[in-house]
């Protein structure tokens, strides 16, 4: 390969927003392969295409693999709450946990112009910990929470407490 093809190579480097890092486009990737093949060693191929060592084994290694340079297809279908609906449907449940799944998706509808099933919000609603109708979390008991009902035990006994039908009293 001669160096004028190399400078037009580079010059395709794509930069991220913020500039942390660059992709190494499809033609970088493919200018490694060709160097790899002619013998050249990991390091000076690094050297020679202005990218590290590491990344270049990784493209190396990605194409032994998979005969192929290019980036691999996503599998799957993509979620259908995003993580920003998502923390709509939480927000909305912490401020008002009465509120029920077919008001949320309509909601939704309206604020984000997606048609969801009311059962795909319970679902979100559930696995952020919220269940029952009245979406509640299930509460929880700290040291200084343990030692009361403790000290309720050894105040009243456990007799008391099993025959008031097994509720608290408080007071």
């Not at 010059?11 to 499809?26: L, P």
């Not at 993580?83 to 949320?104: C, E, G």
């Not at 604020?111 to 509640?136: L, M, Q």
Request: with cysteine.
């Amino acid at each position: 390969m001669d160096s004028t093809s190399f400078f037009v190579y580079i010059s395709i480097f794509e930069v991220n927003i913020d500039g942390s890092y660059k992709v190494t486009t499809n033609s970088i990737r493919n200018l490694i392969k060709e160097y790899f093949k002619d013998g050249k060693c990991i390091r000076t191929i690094g050297k020679l295409v202005k990218v590290s060592h590491s990344t270049v084994f990784a493209v190396i290694k990605r194409w032994k693999l998979r005969d192929t340079v290019e980036n691999a297809l996503k599998l799957g279908t993509p979620h259908k709450l995003t993580p920003r609906i998502r923390s709509f449907i939480t927000h909305k449940i912490k401020r008002n946990p009465r509120l029920s799944a077919v008001k949320l998706t309509t909601e939704l509808e309206k604020r984000f112009a997606i048609k969801e099933n009311p059962e795909t919000v319970k679902r979100a609603i559930r696995s952020y910990g919220y269940s029952s109708r009245v979406a509640r979390r299930k509460f929880f008991v700290n040291e200084k929470n343990k030692k009361v009902t403790s000290g309720f035990f050894k105040i009243y006994g456990r007799q008391r407490y099993i025959a008031l039908g097994k509720r608290h009293i408080c007071g």
